[in-house]
């Protein structure tokens, strides 16, 4: 599953901690665990995620775009700000994360401001503490 890009598997009563293997997903572009029952912490592996560890280059993505694997992509669903939007046309310009209404404790993983190509980040409604990553502002 290295190659997967979009993974949704929000409002599903999952729980305990998240697998590790998530972090192998290096080509994912949209995850989505959103509205379970997750514990623990979040991996500090989030930086393998390199789909998202770059910002696109223009170049390259007028190519993606017009590539016949863009053009077979599926559609997905996604929670933005309160409303769920589909996605579809626009699914290989999204690198999303929406982590929001689990049981998520612990700090912020500072490695989570090295995904510079990130346009969407949901952590809300879980039992994070301490402070936000100075580096955050990295994130456009």
Known sequence: MRYLAVLSMKSNNFYGSLPLSICHLTEIQVLDISR???????PKCLNNFSSMSIKPDATKLDNFLRSSVFQ??????????GK????????????FLDFSSNNLGGEIPPEITS???????????NNLVGPIPHDIGRLD
């Open 36 to 42: 379970n029952k997750f514990s623990g912490t979040i």
């Open 72 to 81: 077979n992509r599926e559609s997905a669903q996604l929670m933005w700000k």
């Open 84 to 95: 769920d939007t589909m996605y579809d046309k626009q699914l290989g310009l999204l690198r």
């Open 115 to 125: 995904l510079v190509g990130l346009i969407g980040l949901n952590l809300s409604g």
